[in-house]
């Protein structure tokens, strides 16, 4: 089973958080696991995520959360 589980979802977040996972493979793993549409454009993707925080840098070489 490739789902995530509460654990690995937070896991997942926090290597994000922490700079450790880029953006870009986050959303491809939430993708696979049905947590947001495979069909959605990674582009739209990002564009919501922007939208709902302000703080999520589209830029994977920089440090989330850094405008």
Do not use: C, H, Y
């Amino acid at each position: 089973d490739d789902n995530l589980d509460p654990q690995m979802l937070t896991a997942t977040v926090a290597a994000w958080q922490g700079g450790a996972l880029p953006l870009s493979d986050m959303v491809a793993r939430f993708k696979r696991d049905g947590l947001i549409d495979p069909e959605k454009p990674d582009e739209e993707v990002l564009d919501e995520l922007n939208d709902m925080s302000g703080d999520v840098d589209l830029d994977d070489d920089a440090e989330p959360g850094a405008n």
